[in-house]
């Protein structure tokens, strides 16, 4: 087939590889800003075009046949070649511009990130962010997502990981709440509390070591137990100002003084220190590439300084 053939089709292969990579019409579509039915409909003149069938499609799922494979697997280093040299280039105009795509945990990107992108955006307005926020595991790659603000003890080695602060776990309870039930002095005593428990891995049991200077740090496992699970330190946190219990949260999700409208919640237990939740550093993660735009570039280096002068703030209180 000449190239005045194939030219009218690149877009259409692009989008070939892009479901390749999403497995999704509907993600492909997205990432593609086209419609599903675009999508689905530009496929469809792509393998009369080529005379074979190049997708396999159910209800519940998409996959590539032999063939589309092949195509993909062929083309693949082609267009990211392609968008690689496009970067690159638009990156020499000295100007940062473009969209990034950004995902957070809903809590840290209420409470943190929207001030701190208002702020990047008056500092580059050529360049434009979608945030999602959402506390589910996101597939960068698969969702077209450039960049994830997570906390984490181990970021993946397939991602290119930017440390942007530490931050721990801190067992928490209203004054009300600990003037009803008592304050507990060592971690057992929890089993006999109401605990408000995040949704996830472990959420019934909480680990425990002490921070005194023994060599060998005493560890405790306690079961735990409550009348509210949620996925968000927000709703944890609006369920402990009302004194239903004693929760666990990140420290960005909450500060420790308070006001007559919004009142403090009282650090339960400060000389055990809580393992295996949230994760001890705050990362931007994005999935490896030999190049990084200019604009994921700057946008990182603005969280770090963001990140590093509101915890600064934060110890300082």
């Known amino acids: 087939m000449s190239t005045d053939h194939i030219s009218p089709l690149l877009s259409d292969l692009h989008l070939l590889t892009v479901l390749a990579s999403t497995r999704s019409f509907t993600q492909a579509a997205l990432r593609l800003g086209v419609s599903k039915a675009s999508a689905s409909m530009r496929i469809s003149e792509l393998e009369r075009s080529a005379g074979v069938m190049l997708v396999r499609r159910t209800t519940r799922s998409v996959g590539l046949t032999e063939a589309g494979q092949?195509?993909?697997?062929?083309?693949?280093?082609?267009?990211?070649?392609i968008q690689q040299s496009y970067t690159a280039a638009r990156?020499?105009?000295?100007?940062?511009?473009?969209?990034?795509?950004?995902?957070?945990?809903?809590a840290l990107g209420r409470q943190h990130l929207a001030r701190i992108i208002a702020n990047f955006l008056r500092q580059f307005p050529e360049i434009q962010i979608e945030l999602e926020l959402t506390d589910r595991f996101v597939n960068l790659a698969k969702e077209g997502f450039d960049l994830a603000i997570r906390h984490t003890n181990t970021p993946p080695?397939?991602?290119?990981?930017?440390?942007?602060?530490?931050?721990?776990?801190?067992?928490?309870?209203?004054?009300?709440?600990?003037?009803?039930?008592?304050?507990?002095?060592?971690?057992?005593?929890?089993?006999?509390h109401d605990c408000l428990l995040y949704l996830g891995s472990h959420a019934g049991n909480w680990t425990f070591i002490h921070k005194g200077k023994r060599k060998t740090p005493e560890r405790i496992g306690v079961n735990i137990k409550?009348?509210?699970k949620a996925n968000n330190s927000e709703v944890l946190r609006d369920a402990m100002l009302a004194g239903l219990g004693i929760g666990l949260l990140p420290d960005f999700s909450l500060p420790l003084t308070g006001t007559e409208s919004s009142p403090a919640?009282?650090?339960?237990?400060?000389?055990?220190?809580?393992?295996?939740?949230?994760?001890?550093r705050i990362y931007a993660l994005r999935p490896w590439s030999p190049q990084v735009p200019k604009s994921v570039e700057v946008f990182v280096t603005h969280l770090r300084q963001s990140f590093a002068q509101d915890f600064a703030n934060a110890d300082a209180r």
């Open 91 to 106: 990156d020499l105009v000295g100007t940062p511009r473009g969209l990034i795509r950004v995902t957070a945990p809903v």
């Open 70 to 81: 092949q195509m993909v697997n062929d083309m693949q280093p082609a267009f990211d070649r």
């Open 265 to 280: 919640l009282i650090q339960v237990l400060p000389d055990w220190q809580v393992q295996g939740f949230f994760g001890e």
């Open 226 to 228: 409550g009348m509210l």
């Open 157 to 192: 080695e397939t991602h290119v990981a930017w440390e942007l602060c530490q931050t721990r776990s801190i067992l928490l309870a209203s004054a009300d709440y600990l003037l009803r039930r008592g304050t507990p002095s060592h971690p057992s005593e929890l089993s006999n």
